[in-house]
């Protein structure tokens, strides 16, 4: 911002005094029946359309979108339902194969030793590749292994899983207590579905949170994302309450409940998973290719105004002109870029959000997911129960994505990013306590089971509806790099760290608290819940501390331009008369 500053005091500036005799008239129009298109005038565009009903008119005034934004926000829209579907039936399905054959006590071990290290790689990889490929490449390149996974594991892996699985484990489908160490050692025995998780978790991180949120960010400004980013949710929160009826129906439609079956659903669920591959892939070069048309129509139309205002108003064109270097400077390699990045306070507080609200989640799902094992003891049961979970969770967000517009408006940037870890910490707390009495001290099990999963959908439901949006916005105004290397390093390392850092602290209290069972620990994972919320919501005043003293400063460079360009214009005119002063003595 300094730098910016400087430059403004250093304006060079070059002024070409217009007159009559100088500048050509412009030709005159030729007839025609259609008005004279007024550039300045985007917002009354459709004055000159034909009257009668409009669907496109009638959606733009409802959602304050104007007709020309109406095909970018709607594929925009699209996109973002498609990875949420396949982001929901993988958690379903992941969830469903650990913990009904490993025990929710395998979750941590899994997180902590596959798919950090994984994360980490990913990292590596997609920095790299980032460096070398075009963005369409990079997308692709990113995106086609997650789904030709889903597809092998569905017509491969699970169909021969008891050939390449290893010695026959002790079940924890029983419904009893499994220790730790058996649920670590459930995770190499069950390795097909121990990869399936890994590779679930990696596409939470790297589908919805890089993949689509980069591809907002790149096509979308940020006039435009204040009206849009609360509003792709609302079309991307249905995909929850499709995926949940379209795995119900799949899972209702096997002849029994048998684990033997499960393989039908699961080839059904990646044929499905494969077709939304091909329209992911479709959209992403239709909003790009829109992007470019609208830039370029953009640029057209800023000429004309400039021209317009030269010819018919006579009026003085300033070139402003800022010094800048143009040798090329060597790429950075990614150590040194990452040490760059982390420099930048706001990246730190924004991996500060995510890491916390991942350390969050791991501490209350785990615990949920031990009294789900619990309550359903086979993979269709168990799956059944959170196609209905997922479902709830889709409802519920898509009735506060109807407000999170004005939540964001009346309540700032601030405030609505508070709405999230506070909701979370109040369900929290009931939740860790009634685990903690549990059946002995007069709460039953089917009680807790319903706090959690009331826990666990306000937890989700505010992640979609307001902490993804208000941390896309932080995104926009920083620079190139930060979007792409920072955003990966955000995102999917800040995510894998937190859920790192969560699954440790379980395995420590499996181990010293709860004799092999996840649930004794609820006391100590709920005063680590509430530690975690503390640096979350000292994060967010963080953050937006540094965007508000970011614009009192770029405020403070525009004045001055504007101020520069003030001075330039009062003395051309002092020129002018001057001039005009001369000629009349003449």
């Known amino acids: ?94 969830d469903t194969l650990v913990v009904t054959n490993c025990g929710a006590e395998a979750i941590p071990f899994l997180k902590l030793y596959g ?20 963005k369409e490449a990079l997308f692709q390149v990113t995106l086609l292994p997650f789904f030709i996974f889903y597809a092998l594991f569905a017509w491969v892996l699970y169909p021969n899983r008891d050939a390449i699985h290893f010695i026959p484990a002790v079940t924890a489908a029983t419904g009893e ?60 929160n249905l995909a929850p309450i ?6 119900s129906w799949i899972v209702d439609s096997q002849e029994s409940t048998h684990d033997s079956l499960f393989e039908v659903s699961l080839k059904k669920l990646a044929s499905i998973k494969i077709a939304i591959c091909i329209g992911i892939l479709f959209l992403h070069q239709k909003v790009y ?33 800022f010094s800048s270097n143009n040798k090329p400077k060597p790429k950075p390699t990614l150590m040194e870029s990452m040490k760059e990045l ?23 799902e785990v615990l949920w997911k031990g009294l789900l094992r619990k309550q359903f003891n086979t993979q269709s049961d168990y799956m059944s129960y959170m196609a209905t979970f997922s479902q709830y969770v889709g409802v519920v967000a898509l009735l ?23 909701s979370m910490v109040l369900l929290a707390i009931p939740f860790f306590v009634s685990v903690y009495l549990g059946p002995e001290r007069g709460v039953s099990l089917a009680t807790a089971l319903s706090i959690g999963t009331l826990q666990n959908i306000a937890s989700k439901v505010t992640k979609y509806s307001l902490f993804d949006p208000c941390k896309e916005m932080a995104y926009i105004p920083l620079g190139p790099e930060a979007k792409v290397k920072g955003k990966a390093a955000v995102d999917v390392l800040g995510a894998r760290l937190g859920r790192s850092i969560g699954s440790a602290s379980q395995q420590l209290m499996v181990f010293l608290i709860g004799q092999g069972s996840i649930l004794p620990c609820a006391p100590a994972l709920g005063t680590l819940y509430v530690v975690a919320i503390l640096f979350w919501t000292n994060a967010v005043s963080v953050l937006n501390e540094l965007f508000v003293e970011k614009e009192d400063k770029l405020g403070e460079v525009i004045r001055s331009v504007i101020a520069a360009t003030e001075a330039v214009q009062k003395k051309q005119a002092e020129i002018a008369e001057k001039k005009k002063a001369k000629e009349q003595e003449e």
């Open 1 to 94: 911002m300094e730098s910016i500053r400087k430059t403004a005091n250093m304006i060079q500036t070059q002024v070409e005094a217009s007159s009559a005799p100088d500048v050509p008239p412009p030709p005159p129009p030729a007839p025609t029946r259609q008005a004279t298109p007024n550039p300045d005038a985007n917002a009354n565009a459709n004055a000159v359309a034909p009257t009668g009903f409009s669907l496109s008119r009638l959606l733009s005034k409802a959602i304050d979108i104007s007709e020309s934004e109406l095909p970018h926000f709607f594929s925009m829209s699209f996109m973002m339902f498609l990875f949420i579907y396949v982001f929901t039936t993988a958690r379903d399905t992941k």
């Open 115 to 134: 798919v950090m290290p994984c994360a980490m790689i990913f990292i590596v990889a997609y920095s790299k590749l980032s460096e070398t490929l075009s």
């Open 177 to 236: 207590a499994v220790s730790a160490g058996t649920a670590a050692l459930n995770v190499l025995r069950y390795w097909s579905f121990s990869l399936y998780f890994i590779v679930s978790e990696l596409w939470a991180s790297a589908g919805v949170p890089l993949l689509f949120w980069q591809v907002a960010n790149d096509v979308t400004s940020m006039e435009q994302a204040k009206r849009f980013y609360p509003l792709f949710a609302i079309t991307g």
């Open 242 to 247: 499709v995926s949940g009826k379209v795995m």
């Open 289 to 321: 290719a829109m992007a470019d048309e609208r830039a370029k129509r953009e640029t057209i139309e800023r000429n004309i105004r400039k021209i317009r205002r030269i010819q018919e108003e006579k009026k003085i064109e300033i070139e402003i002109k």
């Open 342 to 364: 982390f420099k930048s306070r706001e990246l730190r507080a924004m991996g500060t959000m995510v890491l916390c609200y991942n350390v969050c989640i791991e501490l209350s």
């Open 400 to 422: 506060l994505q109807l407000f999170a517009s004005t939540i964001i408006r009346e309540l700032g940037w601030k405030g609505s990013a508070m709405i999230t870890p506070i």
